[in-house]
């Protein structure tokens, strides 16, 4: 007969592997990715981004690297939008101030790509950002090339930006 904790240590286990079978694990270089529709109001669906470099960015209006980070992601996109989609996600989803945080933000960065609220259909298929901030880089076929966690460098968007002019004539 199982002891009492050997019986909520199995459950336990069966739990984790449960939803460890459910749940999307972050892609890696060289993996095909196939994007869902995203927030209708962000204006980005899939037939947007077909034969571009896609850029998804988690990003928190609390993030000081997000901060850092914000106005090159601007000038990534704006040196290279006719190659590229830059698409930021916020992970406060849930904050009653999110809408507001998200429009405060867009407006004191600049930004003029869109930017998603609710990532939840995109983490389907790309899993949990593993830090904040996180990008994921994909080829105009929907191959990722790149994933990072962490604050972008000056020549990691120039890496960035490199990789779309080769990839998108």
């Known amino acids: 007969m199982k002891s009492r904790a050997t019986r909520w240590l ?7 592997l449960a939803g460890a079978a459910h749940a999307a694990t972050v892609p890696v270089p060289g993996q095909q990715v196939a994007l869902p529709q995203l927030a209708a109001a962000a204006g980005v669906s899939p037939s947007l981004m077909q ?7 988690w990003f928190a209006s609390w993030c000081p690297f997000c901060m850092h980070e914000a ?11 006719e190659r590229m989609v830059v698409v ?10 999110q809408v ?13 790509f869109p930017v998603v609220l609710d990532g939840t259909a995109l983490e389907r298929v790309t899993g949990k950002p593993k830090g904040i901030p996180s990008l994921l880089v994909l080829g105009k076929s929907g191959v990722v090339h ?9 020549e ?14």
């Open 51 to 57: 034969g571009k470099v896609v850029v998804i960015a």
């Open 146 to 154: 790149q994933v990072e966690s962490g604050e972008m460098l000056d």
């Open 71 to 81: 106005p090159q992601l601007q000038r990534l996109y704006a040196g290279n939008r």
């Open 10 to 16: 199995s459950c336990l286990a069966g739990l984790v």
């Open 156 to 169: 990691d968007v120039e890496d960035i930006a490199a990789f779309a002019r080769r990839e998108v004539p």
């Open 100 to 112: 507001a945080k998200v429009k405060e933000w867009v407006a004191r960065f600049g930004w003029t």
């Open 88 to 97: 930021g996600v916020n992970v406060e989803k849930g904050d009653p101030g």
